[in-house]
Every structure is written in structure tokens, then in C-alpha cells.
């Protein structure tokens, strides 16, 4: 079993940043790809970034890409995803996830654990 805790939301104006972070519990975490998702209200959960469990890929939305970085520090744990550049279209609940494969993945059905989640608003 892996319980994964979120953390980093909150409020922020349009144009600025947040380092979201998602702690696992289990010794198996270095093994996992991990993903990061959103879900706005009244919309579905989407994919955000997802990162093997190297680190050594990486794999981004296209609405995210260039503004958004997903890394995991393996020693502690965890996995980030720095946002930056952040737009009001961004607000949503953000979601961190495992993969008990190694291997990058978009989508949501490959993903086997998932944290509570983690509010993001930006305002415009």
C-alpha cells in the first residue's frame, strides 16, 4: 500500500508560481513513474506530467508544457511539479499518482494509488 500526500497549493495571481510537492509512504516509491492531475469543477480529472521512475523521462500536456516541471527527488520520497507562468485556466484541484510500472504514462487507468489532492487557484 502507498499513501501519498500532497502539498504547496493555495492562491496565486496570474503570472506567478507554485512549487506543488507529493510525499509517498512505502519503501517501493523509487520504483514507481509518477503523475501529476487536475481537475477543474465540472470537468474531468486530465493529465497534467508524468516522470519515470528514474527521473530520466519526462512527459507534459501540451496546455502546461514549457511553463510547468515535473522532478522527483527519489532519497526523500517525493515528487514535484514546479508551476510557473500560471494562468487563471490552471485553478483546480491537482492530484499526484503511482504507477507500479516504471514507465511514463498519460493515462489515468495506469495509475494505481492517488493522493487527496491539492487546491490551486490562480486569479486573473
Known amino acids: 500500500q502507498v499513501q501519498l500526500v500532497e502539498s504547496g497549493g493555495g492562491l496565486v495571481q496570474a503570472g506567478g508560481s507554485l512549487r506543488l510537492s507529493c510525499e509517498a509512504s512505502?519503501?517501493?516509491?523509487?520504483?514507481?513513474?509518477m503523475g501529476w492531475f487536475r481537475q477543474a469543477p465540472g470537468k474531468e480529472r486530465e493529465f497534467v506530467a508524468t516522470i519515470s521512475w528514474s527521473g530520466g523521462s519526462t512527459y507534459y500536456a501540451d496546455s502546461v508544457q514549457g511553463r510547468f516541471s515535473i522532478s522527483r527527488d527519489n532519497a526523500k520520497n517525493t515528487v514535484y511539479l514546479q508551476m510557473n507562468s500560471l494562468k487563471p485556466e490552471d485553478t483546480a484541484v491537482y492530484y499526484c499518482?503511482?504507477?507500479?510500472?516504471?514507465?511514463?504514462?498519460?493515462?489515468?487507468?495506469?495509475?494505481?494509488?492517488w493522493g487527496q489532492g491539492t487546491q490551486v487557484t490562480v486569479s486573473s
Open positions: 512505502g519503501r517501493t516509491f523509487s520504483s514507481y513513474a
Open positions: 499518482a503511482a504507477d507500479t510500472t516504471r514507465y511514463i504514462t498519460i493515462r489515468i487507468v495506469d495509475y494505481d494509488y
